[in-house]
């Protein structure tokens, strides 16, 4: 074969004579070539273009390798990569390394790469364009229509121009300026939210909650319905939106048992796509910024959800840093690219602080929600920060199922909101039911732990008192108010009898159904006496000393004292005769003498 010339690459695409895709060849070699030796060539050509912007495999992966020793702050060298290329077992796509000796030894100065970045990704755009010729030809020698051509360009473009949005080809410093005659004709105030209200498109939230309130759970079914057109919350069904749903945390027994019994399976799953324990590098580095925005072209997706975002970082949780990194390098793309996002965390050891770790990581987000379970399955979820103020902000949900032995039954299982007639079908002995039972007797949704327990005694409904700490947590969160009216015992002399502060007195309670054998009217016996005086102690906050006045306990014959003494009751709470649960008369003092 010694009489045969062989052509270079590069003239043999600008001839035809090579039947390969546009691609620019040199351009490609140059740029990998100074990329192993310095970090600032990398960082600018990463400004243009891209991984899929590169047509040669072997170049494809020196990028691939030296964007994650960016990202790790590991030192760059041809010698380096080639070390870093071997531990993944493919030095036979770079020639066994030959290719690393060759690129790295003849290369450009680091100022020179933008320029020739600039030619891969004009080379890029054309091969683009090729491929879609390709497919529309391929799609009319299967006889598509006229309008499903037209589906394929218009789907076309709006890759293009998300790509330049999201900082890609020459225009992504330019594509950041505001072009003031559309931006004033839009109207920014008419926000139509995504499907649940809780955020708006190209918005970021955090929902936060302990390991036991579910938010996987919640979350799961949320985008599942967004991603199939389907209602949630009570909100209207929308056109289904293309979800991308990235998953540290969860099993895959557990992701199909729960799609499973949401109503999901085979056809079913809408245009939602699920990542199970992604190989992506940490968030908050570049690299693994590139890999998410990666992931969401491929499935063009609108919205984006971390579960759980803490799995996806590699800074110390607790480093205001780490989340200003997460910012930087995932979700500005995101918010730039108009893409929207959601991020479940966990609520830190003080719930009432909010998530765990920097403060910092709330301050990018324009919702944070928390869910908390307040027992018997119903949830509140509350938003405690806000950017924009739009949409509700507390939901009281309820999470129903049906179980079938050891798994749950198939489209059973799903998070409704809670309204009264949820709570009337609750199980005696919940709190939806004890909810119930409060409201029936009037008190107002501001009533606390000791005049609900007072009210519940005085009405003999026996219930522990952490159900009636976590049903006055909910009743708290509703909007509507209580009036006196309906149990006047347990409101102290002087209160006003029109209803609850903040209620006009004309308004009126609205009626509700009632468990049978309840009453609205009090019990025909005595109602609680009226309260003595406080005993004086010595200083704010000292409890009154005890007295050798002070009365006996009838039943049991020790000290009688707290708000039993105060009412006037002549018992302990559990040595009232009336509720059966005071001592059996044998181990009573008395009887023992």
């Not at 989340?323 to 893409?339: D, M, V």
Request: net charge negative; with cysteine.
């Amino acid at each position: 074969m010694s009489n045969v010339r062989h052509m270079p690459r590069d003239q043999a695409d600008n001839d035809g004579l090579m039947r390969t895709s546009p691609h620019n060849a040199t351009a490609e070699d140059w740029v990998a070539g100074v990329i192993m030796h310095s970090r600032t060539a990398y960082l600018e050509c990463a400004q243009l273009i891209e991984r899929d912007d590169i047509y040669q495999p072997s170049i494809r992966l020196i990028w691939d390798v030296v964007g994650s020793m960016v990202a790790e702050g590991k030192q760059l060298h041809p010698i380096t990569v080639h070390g870093e290329i071997e531990k993944l077992k493919r030095l036979r796509e770079v020639d066994g390394g030959a290719l690393l000796v060759r690129l790295g030894g003849e290369t450009i100065s680091p100022s020179m790469a933008q320029s020739f970045a600039e030619q891969i990704a004009e080379k890029a755009r054309v091969r683009r364009h090729d491929e879609h010729l390709n497919l529309k030809k391929t799609e009319i020698a299967r006889g598509a229509t006229g309008e499903e051509l037209d589906k394929l360009d218009e789907d076309f473009r709006q890759r293009e121009q998300r790509r330049a949005a999201t900082g890609q080809g020459p225009s992504h410093l330019t594509s950041a300026f505001l072009d003031w005659d559309p931006f004033f004709g839009t109207d920014f105030g008419k926000v139509d939210l995504l499907p649940g209200q809780l955020l708006g498109p190209g918005q970021q939230i955090t929902i936060v909650g302990d390991g036991k309130a579910g938010k996987s759970l919640l979350v799961q079914e949320w985008l599942w319905r967004m991603a199939t057109g389907q209602a949630f919350l009570g909100d209207r069904p929308q056109p289904p939106i293309s979800v991308l749903y990235v998953d540290a945390e969860n099993g895959h027994q557990d992701i199909q048992e729960r799609f499973l019994s949401y109503g999901g399976g085979p056809g079913r799953m809408g245009m939602l796509t699920y990542a199970s324990f992604p190989p992506v590098r940490p968030l908050d580095t570049a690299g693994g910024g590139a890999d998410l925005m990666q992931m969401v072209k491929e499935t063009e997706a609108q919205l984006v959800c971390l579960d759980t975002v803490s799995r996806f970082i590699s800074g110390p949780e607790n480093d205001a840093d780490t989340w200003l990194s997460l910012y930087r390098h995932t979700l500005l793309p995101l918010k730039r690219a108009g893409i929207a996002s959601v991020r479940l965390d966990h609520m830190g050891k003080d719930g009432e602080r909010g998530a765990r770790g920097s403060s910092a990581k709330t301050q990018d987000v324009d919702h944070v929600w928390e869910l908390r379970a307040t027992g018997g399955g119903t949830l509140l979820l509350k938003r405690t920060h806000t950017r924009t103020g739009i949409g509700p902000d507390a939901f009281s949900l309820v999470r129903q199922s049906q179980r079938i032995g050891n798994s749950y039954r198939p489209g059973c299982t799903q998070h409704v909101l809670m309204d009264h007639d949820h709570i009337e079908q609750a199980p005696e002995g919940t709190v939806e039911w004890l909810i119930a039972r409060i409201d029936d007797l009037g008190l107002p949704n501001d009533a606390g732990n000791p005049r609900t327990i007072a009210a519940l005694a005085h009405a003999n409904i026996k219930i522990g008192k952490d159900k009636i700490a976590a049903a006055v947590r909910t009743r708290k969160n509703r909007d509507n108010s209580g009036s006196p009216e309906g149990f006047p015992e347990t409101f102290p002399e002087g209160v006003p009898r029109e209803g609850s502060p903040g209620t006009p007195p004309e308004s009126t309670k609205p009626q509700v159904n009632h468990y049978p054998e309840t009453s609205r009217e009090p019990s025909p016996g005595p109602g609680s006496p009226p309260s003595p005086p406080l005993k004086e102690g010595k200083g704010k906050g000292t409890p009154a000393t005890e007295s050798p006045d002070d009365p006996l306990c009838t039943v049991c014959e020790k000290p009688l004292t707290g708000y039993r003494l105060d009412r006037g009751y002549t018992t302990h709470l559990g040595c009232e005769p009336e509720s059966g649960s005071h001592p059996p008369q044998h181990d009573a003092p008395h009887d023992a003498a």
